[in-house]
């Protein structure tokens, strides 16, 4: 009898973890119970009880027997599937970017380097913008003469024009 108990629980959560996974591949994620931070709503959620009813069901039902040792064992994997999903997760949430628009001027007394020579005194830079290497135009307010593969500092920007050292 508790053989066949142990098998439901199993198949039902799996079962309920299937439909999830599905839901979640064709309609993006449906629900928000999976927080970045540590707390214990990210660890005790649906989510959560569904993983360690897989983990503790499907051990207990290949175990076969209803000792006390194989409660401990289906228990400690239970929550193992717990933390690992957990950690999944907020993995996954920290590879997600939000891209912030940056002003020009903000790129003031950022490190850049040159990538080509336009003319006499204005180039084109590299340089970190909105979270990704842009390239920028800049004029040499000294007239210093740079090279391909240089490296300097952004240095001001007036007049919608980007100045370099």
Known sequence: MSH????????????IFAIQFILSIFFGD?????????????VVSF???????????WYMYLAGNT?????????????????AVWF????????????RSEQTEQLVGRECTIYFKQNEN???????????IRE??????S????????????SNYKNGILYIQ
């Open 4 to 15: 066949t108990i142990f098998l439901i629980i199993a198949l039902v959560t799996t079962g």
């Open 30 to 42: 449906m629900d928000a119970d999976v927080n970045v931070d540590v707390d214990i709503s990210s």
């Open 47 to 57: 989510k959560g009880l569904t993983h360690f009813g897989i983990g503790f069901g």
């Open 67 to 83: 000792e006390i040792q194989s409660f401990v064992i289906a228990i400690l994997i239970g929550l193992f599937f717990i933390f």
């Open 88 to 99: 999944l997760y907020k993995k996954a949430y920290q590879l997600q970017q939000i891209n």
């Open 122 to 132: 204005k180039y084109t830079v590299q340089t970190s913008r909105d979270g990704a």
């Open 136 to 141: 920028v135009d800049v004029i040499s307010e």
């Open 143 to 154: 007239g210093k003469a740079y090279r391909t593969g240089d490296r300097t500092i952004i």
